[in-house]
């Protein structure tokens, strides 16, 4: 985060905020950013809430930015930076990247978060003060708990997430986890790749070192993603060149870090690149926050998985504990993973209007909830998705 805040506004004084609140609140000023890139690299946080995304978010997209800093014998000990966006009649601070941001922990220090002294009704009252206008906060996917520490977040208003999260469990090494998830299979599976790649004109993984790296992978995976949404008739969430422009910084900044808070990797087969990895790093997690391959003449020899097991067994050389596919339950996440996570939403009404937003939040997860978790009416959606994507896209006679 830079200390020249252009991105980011506040509509109150440190000390008003202070007088509304038992726990002070701070808006961004350019000490309280330092002060927020301090509390992070000492402290634990969510890779949305890493001062790289919040910063390349801010500057990408232009976004209505502001932090919130709860303080501790007057440090900050704990602080979330939101965007406010509108959604209809109403205006929501939520965190920077909306449904890119997964696996949410808000910045704190662990010495604090042993206390259990986190006022939710004082942050509540924070933002209210700094930001009157705002109708609600929505906090979306929520870890329960992360590196032992549980998300004090929770003390907030929260219902269930709609979606599962999958992870594996790598406390054992690579060996250990392959002999719980039929390992043998596997292995076979990845020889037998292998040699398909090498007679389609040899392989090799790539970890992306330089800028033209990032470059490169990254149009090979908005060209995946975009051939792919439109084929199931899901809205390309990659589309904007807004959200297109962050990850391409957010990557390229993340080459000059040591160690790296996001890296991608790819798979090349015969120069041409046939799957494509984007990860985080959280603690003591590796987390894939999204993954695609070509679907092309080797499509058949699972490009993906090839590369899953690559990743997955340098995680576990690096010394990861877990290795997170993220949100969303897909056949190939289960063939890794043992370990099942139910994040949650926190909606929190600040006004009166928000206390109608949040009842039609409720009600809206709870009918995703129950599409999702039931397997006929989950794949009969599916098929009707992709069946009206298929007709929009049927040229005219």
Known sequence: MVDAVVSFRSQTSQDQVRAAAPLPASVATPPVLAAYRDLAANGIRGPAQDPLWVQQWAASTKADCFVVAVEQAGKPALALALE?????????????GGSHANGNFPVADPTFLKLGTFNAGALLAAVRTMRPGVDALLLARL????????????????????????AADLTGGFEGLLSRVSGKRKRKKHRWAMRKFEMAGGLRRIEAQTTDDVSRLLDAYFAMKESRFRKMGITDVFGEAEVRNFFRSLFCC??????????????EVGGKLRAVTGSSVSGKRMICEFAGISEDELAHASPGDY???????????DGFEVYDFSVGDEPYKRLWCELETRHFDVVAPLTV?????????????RVKAYVKNNPTIWRLTKMLRKNAAGQEQRPED
């Open 84 to 96: 406010v966006v509108k959604s209809g009649p109403f205006r929501i601070a939520r965190f920077m």
């Open 143 to 166: 870890l329960p708990q992360l590196d032992g520490f549980p998300n004090p977040l929770l003390a907030l208003p929260h219902v269930q997430s709609p979606n599962i999260a999958l």
């Open 254 to 267: 993340a080459l000059e870090k040591s160690p790296r808070p996001f890296v991608l990797h790819a798979l």
């Open 307 to 317: 590369l899953f097991f690559e990743n997955i067994e340098q995680a576990c050389r």
């Open 353 to 365: 209007k928000g206390h109608l937003l949040a009842q039609r939040l409720r009600l809206e997860a």
